[in-house]
Each structure stands twice: as structure tokens, then as C-alpha cells.
């Protein structure tokens, strides 16, 4: 599976955007600043990241691991919007 553009908001790590573009082959898109519901499925991504990360937490000692622990889990975790696939099954046409 393949992705045609990538929409971000508007933050730093987002500079070198046309390496991406040129990288990856896709457009690159910019929301809006305040406008979070251009950004739909990654305000969605954040909210289940607060099931494990809840905004109370500090996130300072945060481990690369923890973090790879809970997007396995994510990547895992079927999503109505795809039948109920998970995301791996969805990018790897299972």
C-alpha cells in the first residue's frame, strides 16, 4: 500500500518537507494553524496514544522502546474504518 500525500501541521520538523516529497513521492499539505480537524486521522492517532500516554504523564523519560511497544500496539489494533483490519494488514495487502 502507498500514500499519494501526507498533510502536517505547521511544526519545525517539517522544514525539509521537499526532501519528503521527493523521497517518498508524495504532496506534502499544511493545516491550518488551530484547524486540528484537517488533520483527522492523526488527532485520532493522538487520542488513542493518551490510552497509554495520558496527558497527566510526563513524557521526559519516555524510552525508544516504550515507544515502539505502543505503536506495535497500534499497528495491531483493528480499525473499524478499515473492516476491522489492522493497520499492518492494510499496508501489507493482507
Known amino acids: 500500500m502507498s500514500f499519494k500525500s501526507i498533510t502536517a ?3 519545525t520538523e517539517f522544514h525539509q518537507y521537499k526532501k519528503i516529497e521527493a523521497r517518498c513521492s508524495a504532496k506534502f499539505y499544511f493545516a491550518n494553524p488551530c484547524h486540528s480537524w484537517e488533520r483527522g486521522s492523526n488527532e485520532n492517532v493522538n487520542g488513542l496514544i493518551r490510552q497509554y500516554l495520558p496527558k497527566t504523564e510526563s513524557m521526559a523519560r519516555l524510552t525508544q522502546q516504550q ?28
Do not use: F, H, S, V
Open 67 to 94: 515507544c515502539n511497544q505502543i505503536a506495535d500496539k497500534l499497528n495491531r489494533r483493528p480499525r473499524k474504518r478499515y473492516a476491522y483490519k489492522t493497520l499492518e494488514e492494510m499496508y501489507y495487502g493482507i
Open 9 to 11: 501541521d505547521n511544526g
